[in-house]
């Protein structure tokens, strides 16, 4: 089913700049059993480890963040891009490969007793997964893992995070 | 649990200008228990229509949207602002207050035989619903209607989105 999945996903080449080859998700999302399925996969590392908040940033973290978070029982806090969220946010900055980008979460979005799983759809070189670690971290939260849908290998985003937190990929380009 | 739900909502005044109240969902999506009921009730209307789509926009439509999708066995299509889809798009643009609105949805993403259902967070003017509407329609599909959490009524959106085409929203302001 995994290979089902990794079928599925449209590679889209020169998007959004000449020689990227864009991993484009959107077939798997208008197939109900195959986002049932990736949803089980994603949270199945972690469903013994008391996951209170799934994490995930805008705008594709979004889509299946939440369906991560009712499988665990869990509630769901949006990381969002600099300006959307209303109340009083923290923040982090990363470097990107020109210039940085900065993500926000409320303030009072996690605690100390809170253990939080982190989600994107995508990791690549791993800036927005790693500043949300520190959001998490620093809002009190422990970090159960990540789950990811695909990886890019090549991007070794994953040696950006923490060592030593779980992090689990579904599919692997 | 209406009551819950509405009284969950946290209105942070003056975002993201001055005069306006808006109304902040994510103290929603941090209740696991809020967030069943709310995707129960948003679906309830829909449930023998044969719902084959949820379109949702970009970014709070994701959050609900694609659980909106499981209930009803249905895909997930996300409409997004321009320039966001990797793959050939069909595109809406609509009017603000200062200025205009683009949104985009893959040409592949509804088809003829789709009935969908078009859901975001919030209702405010109808701007971006009414415009999901055009797109969902060019593309081939039937609407089988709106599902909003939160509506604004004093916008009155819901006088722009197409005559006889089924409304609910949750939660009212």
Same sequence: chains 1, 2.
Avoid: C, W
């Avoid at 969220?85 to 809170?114: F, S």
């Amino acid at each position: 089913m995994i290979d089902v999945l990794r079928a599925t996903v449209r590679t889209v080449p020169d998007f959004p700049t000449p020689g990227i080859q864009f991993r484009d998700i959107t077939p798997i999302l208008a197939k109900p059993e195959l986002v049932r399925f990736a949803v089980k996969a994603l949270v199945e590392p972690y469903r013994k480890v008391g996951v209170t908040k799934v994490l995930a940033v805008e705008a594709r973290g979004f889509i299946l963040g939440p369906m991560l978070a009712e499988a665990l029982d869990a509630g769901f806090i949006p990381v969002r891009k600099s300006g959307k969220l209303p109340y009083t946010t923290i923040r982090e900055t990363y470097a990107l490969e020109y210039g940085n980008d900065t993500i926000e979460m409320h303030i009072d979005a996690v605690g100390d007793d809170d253990v939080v799983l982190i989600h994107d759809d995508l990791i690549a070189t791993g800036g927005t997964a790693a500043a949300t670690f520190r959001l998490a971290v620093f809002g009190g939260a422990s970090v159960a893992g990540f789950a990811f849908l695909v990886e890019l290998d090549a991007l070794e985003g994953r040696l950006l995070l923490e060592e030593g937190v779980p992090v689990h990929s579904l599919v692997h380009f």
